[in-house]
């Protein structure tokens, strides 16, 4: 009879399994790029090159990943209360329309007070858009996850519908907003290093990376420092001890719904705010979806969606660069290798956990010589 495994240590399970993933995704992509006649390796090293070779490339990397973290987050806070939320698509682009309807309507407020106005609005309206879903599944027992997809769709209609009836500029064919003023953007990092002196490139990289972080720590204080946390993360494991453990789990659907679609918000603040400076249609290009692939690989845990979050930046930046470089490997092939980390991450994530597992044991067991 064989002897159970021991548990893998947290640095294994946190860092070495997601590693191994992500280096089995990018074999498998090698072996896809061989076949379409292409070298695998230079293939690498113009992704790489692209997202981390210059300023420019690293900008453009983080100003990604700054959208990826506030999507993870949004789809991890739910997945410690068992939930699983697809709609945070949707939520972030209403959580647009509150900043847009922030910055344009509320220009009479003095400095910079909009744009924090704003974020706040952005926040609320995301929050508001997730409450229904979370309401439905906690009070009328509808499920979250159709729910969720059902109103990314009512999202996309809302939008859809007041970006060209109601708030396109009078006599413009695009289906956009009025620029915001001054005061409702989010600075970007070349013009605030530009004002003490450090010259960096123009893109879109703004200010909101450094919500992203703070949001990324207030979400680790809650979920392991807070009472609240703790009835998440109960809720989450067993919701019928959680029961009589005198938590509610209907209560805690609630919150961490809510909470999931303020987080959604920073994606607009991101992307609204920080780059467009006015209301688009689909704004969101399915960024809200890779959120749930940054979850999954990230394990829920801020520390990890950052770091997922900025290998997804990378994959975006340097797969544009690539597809310049290379007419073969196109956007499309880019999505394949998006897939197969998703897959790897997500789906087959536990595929070398017993071999690790069983190779840590041998380590650890071995006797000394």
């Known amino acids: 009879m064989s002897t159970p495994l021991k548990p893998l240590p947290a640095w294994a399970d946190v860092a070495l399994i997601p590693l191994i993933n992500v280096a089995a995704a990018f074999v498998i992509s090698g072996f896809v790029v061989l076949a379409i006649g292409e070298n695998p ?15 420019e490339g690293i900008g453009f990397t983080l100003y990604y990943a700054t959208s990826f973290i506030f999507t993870g987050l949004a789809v991890a806070i739910c997945f410690h209360a068992g939930l699983f939320n697809i709609g945070v698509e949707g939520q972030a682009y209403i959580a647009g329309l509150g900043a847009a309807l922030a910055a344009l309507y509320l220009g009479f407020l003095p400095g910079y007070s ?33 729910t969720t997809i059902m109103f990314n769709y009512i999202a996309s209609a809302i939008m859809g519908y007041l970006l060209v009836n109601v708030l396109r500029v009078p006599g413009q064919m695009n289906p956009e907003t009025p620029g915001f003023p001054w005061n409702g953007r989010v600075p970007q990092f070349h013009e605030v290093l530009a004002k003490i002196g450090v010259h960096w490139p123009v893109t879109p990289f703004n200010l909101s990376f450094l919500l992203a972080l703070l949001a990324a720590l207030a979400v680790w204080l809650v979920i392991w420092r807070t009472r609240l946390g703790y009835e998440i993360r109960t809720v989450g494991a067993n919701p019928t001890a959680a029961i009589y453990g005198g938590i509610s789990p209907a209560r805690i659907t609630i919150v961490t719904t809510l909470l999931s679609g303020a987080l959604a918000g920073g994606m607009a603040v ?64 880019i999505v394949v290798i998006q897939g197969l980390v998703v897959l790897f991450a997500g789906a087959l994530e536990h595929m070398f956990r017993k071999p690790v597992a069983t190779l840590l044991a041998r380590r650890t067991t071995q006797p000394p010589i």
């Not at 390796?41 to 300023?55: F, H, K, P, S, W």
């Open 114 to 146: 909009l744009v924090f106005v704003a974020i706040v609005a952005a926040a609320l309206f995301g929050a508001a858009f997730a409450f229904i879903p979370g309401y439905l599944q906690a009070k009328r027992d509808s499920h979250i996850v159709i």
């Open 41 to 55: 390796l230079e293939a690498v090293q113009i992704l790489i090159t692209g997202a981390l070779g210059d300023l």
């Open 270 to 333: 991101n992307v609204i705010l920080g780059e467009e400076h006015r209301l688009i249609l689909e704004y969101t290009a399915g960024f809200g979806f890779v959120g749930i692939a940054v979850a999954l690989m990230g394990r829920a845990h801020p520390v990890g969606i950052i770091l997922a979050a900025i290998l997804f930046g990378m994959l975006y930046q340097g797969g544009a660069e690539l597809a310049f470089e290379k007419p073969k490997i196109s956007r499309d092939m």
